[in-house]
């Protein structure tokens, strides 16, 4: 068995944070709509893209284009070739023990409902226990709702506290002889709140309960592991790590996989087929049936080396100051009140005024070519929990600036002098 470490090429040297070479990386980021700058802080729904993950993709349309897993002739195994190296630097990107335990999805949302059907579904009977959180993402909710529904299993929430935080002896204390997974989130996509996931993970299997972690949020902002997690499954998306749409990943451990049905029938995940029955194709092709997105995971393959030729620990320390000054000057302007205060988060503030509804914020933002999300995202019972029914929502990556900070707390100052 070929491990990830084996295989890869060797690393980029790591590159200093110079903010403005690494805004000059992304190409939209220079973009004005009516003569104003843009201001782009809605990372935590999709990131932007840099150059280099725009032209990987052209270049594999104009100069590679082939299917993959077919063809005898060069381009298409050069395709191949190319599809599987990301397999291979996703592996080590995310500590996996072997490439075999990579599957390619159409993101987050698509590995989550793998899991619970081929992993679940199977193995869940009535009255047994699905445990998430009051802070999971829809995508973390619906598909154990549907998993539960045709089984017969009851899903638990653990509780949350006011200030956004899990409740850790809540969740404990529904780990329970009945549970048979748990699923949480490692940060809140809403809130921006970091969760304790190697203890709840140690939590859960100290009581023999497998563990998914939802990654989509961390994976853009801290270094994932999976053995130091320990978790058995792992989700995440390319587009919020800088990579193209319809592109996602999952982490599961070889043992569990191997034992897992397909999800999907079609080509390329089977081994022999005959009008009365069929056998699967080994790991991972067993769980990616029919042409897969070739070129967004070459961009995702581009995504992730170039996070790895930055200084993870300086892109860190930066968006930990751009939450510090974003929190001190949101929460200065009038009528303006912070949800979400968990002493643990990413870079994100959610909050809502008394004097506006999210939505009329936003758009007043957006006449000022600031862009922030409002709504629910995608968390109406973390909404409900909190008592709010929407946020406006301000989320940073690493080539935001203090200055971008600066213009949304003026345009909150203007907005509220408008609308108060």
């Not at 590995?111 to 959180?133: C, F, H, K, M, W």
């Not at 048979?180 to 309960?209: C, D, E, F, K």
């Not at 939802?214 to 853009?220: E, G, I, K, M, V």
């Not at 892109?315 to 510090?324: C, G």
Request: net charge negative; proline share 5%; aromatic share 6%.
């Amino acid at each position: 068995m070929t491990t990830a470490a084996h295989t890869l090429q060797a690393m980029p040297p790591l590159r200093a944070l110079d903010l403005t070479a690494v805004r000059a990386d992304f190409p939209l980021l220079a973009d004005r709509a009516g003569g104003r700058a843009l201001v782009y802080l809605d990372n935590a729904a999709t990131s932007q893209k840099p150059r280099v993950v725009i032209d990987a993709v052209r270049t594999f349309y104009e100069h590679g284009n082939a299917n993959v897993h077919r063809g005898v002739y060069r381009l298409s195994e050069s395709a191949s070739a190319a599809y599987e190296h990301t397999r291979v630097q996703i592996a080590s990107f995310i500590g996996a023990r072997t490439a075999r335990e990579v599957v390619f999805t159409r993101g987050t949302t698509e590995a989550i409902n793998l899991v619970a059907q081929s992993y679940a579904r199977p193995r869940l009977a009535p009255g047994d226990e699905i445990l998430i959180t009051a802070m999971e993402h829809h995508s973390n909710i619906v598909p154990w709702q549907l998993v539960c529904g045709q089984t017969g299993a009851v899903l638990r929430v653990a509780p949350v506290t006011d200030a956004g935080e899990l409740d850790v002896a809540g969740f404990e204390a529904l780990l329970g002889e009945r549970t048979r997974l748990v699923a949480l989130t490692q940060v809140s996509n809403a809130l921006g709140t970091i969760n304790p996931v190697t203890a709840l993970v140690a939590a859960a299997h100290a009581r023999g309960v497998p563990v998914l972690v939802d990654a989509a949020q961390s994976a853009p902002h801290l270094p994932l592991d999976v053995q130091a997690l320990g978790c058995d499954f792992l989700a995440c998306s390319s587009h919020k790590m800088f990579g193209p749409t319809g592109v996602g990943i999952l982490y599961g451990r070889e043992a569990l996989l191997d034992a897992m049905p397909p999800w999907q029938g079609g080509g390329d995940m089977i081994d022999t087929v005959t009008f009365e029955e069929s056998t699967w194709a080994d790991l991972p092709a067993k769980f990616e049936a029919g042409t897969p997105n070739i070129s967004g995971v070459i961009g995702l393959g581009a995504a992730v080396h170039y996070l790895e030729s930055l200084d993870r620990g300086a892109l860190a320390a930066h968006e930990d100051a751009l939450l510090k000054h974003a929190t001190d000057l949101v929460s200065r302007i009038a009528g303006v009140r912070i949800v979400g205060t968990a002493p643990e988060k990413i870079a994100v503030v959610s909050f809502v005024a008394d004097w506006a509804h999210p939505h009329d914020l936003a758009t007043v933002l957006d006449d000022g070519g600031i862009c922030v999300r409002a709504g629910h995202h995608c968390a109406q019972p973390l909404m409900r929990r909190l008592g709010v029914p929407a946020t406006t929502r301000a989320s940073f990556a690493f080539y935001n600036t203090l200055d971008e900070v600066d213009a949304l707390a003026d345009a909150l100052a203007s907005a509220h002098r408008m609308l108060a």
